[in-house]
T-cell receptor, first 112, second 114 residues
């Protein structure tokens, strides 16, 4: 079982829909990253959070440390939001290393 | 300010060859981490260097090695290439080296082994 699980693996939405991507993890963490990756491209950081909620434009990220769960929401989705969204965590026991443990990603396609 | 840069962008090698990938961190960042992303999977941790010392190593064979230079840039070396080494190699930099120090990613190097 992966330490970081995402759902769904694939998601197709119509333009304008509200989208939720979920991330569950089984380890103690110091922080969690939501990342975006376009096909064949590098990785862009959307949010890094260790508690509560963050908002940037149409994107909202929440985390519940007790339940070991985080969600990424996209409001008023647009075709340009089509990408792979990846959840990654920093292990709390990592100590002297800040390696990230990644989920397998959610492939989002937003159709016009 | 320039972000994390990686070179080359794309690379094609044949089995058994050696490859060197390069990464320049964001100015002021002292830590560089390397990740391998095989098609359809999430990235896997290979190495972390901080202040020119290895801070962490993932579950990769000894064919993989890395180093960090005094200017904090880094090289990833892979010897005796296998077909399974074909992947996107990502470099990430951070100011600090401990857990939770936010990482910023480069565009990656796409390695194809024939």
């Amino acid at each position: 079982k992966n330490e970081v699980e995402q759902s769904p693996q694939n998601l197709t939405a119509q333009e304008g829909e509200f989208i939720t991507i979920n991330c569950s993890y089984s380890v103690g963490i110091s922080a969690l990253h939501w990342l975006q990756q376009h096909p064949g491209g590098g990785i862009v950081s959307l949010f890094m959070l260790s508690s509560g909620k963050k908002k940037h434009g149409r994107l909202i990220a929440t985390i519940n440390i007790q339940e070991k769960h985080s969600s990424l929401h996209i409001t008023a989705s647009h075709p340009r939001d089509s990408a792979v969204y990846i959840c990654a965590v920093y292990l709390r026991s990592g100590g002297a290393t800040n390696k990230l443990i990644f989920g397998t990603g959610t492939l989002l396609a937003v159709q016009p | 300010d320039a972000g994390v840069t990686q070179s080359p962008t794309h690379l094609i090698k044949t089995r058994g060859q050696h490859v060197t990938l390069r990464c320049s961190p964001i100015s002021g960042h002292k830590s560089v981490s390397w990740y391998q992303q095989v098609l359809g999977q999430g990235p896997q941790f290979i190495f972390q260097y901080y202040e020119k010392e290895e801070r962490g190593r993932g579950n990769f064979p000894d064919r993989f090695s890395a180093r960090q230079f005094p200017n904090y840039s880094s090289e990833l070396n892979v010897n005796a290439l296998l077909l399974g080494d074909s992947a996107l190699y990502l470099c990430a930099s951070s100011w600090g080296g401990t857990s939770g120090a936010e990482q910023f990613f480069g565009p990656g190097t796409r390695l194809t082994v024939l």
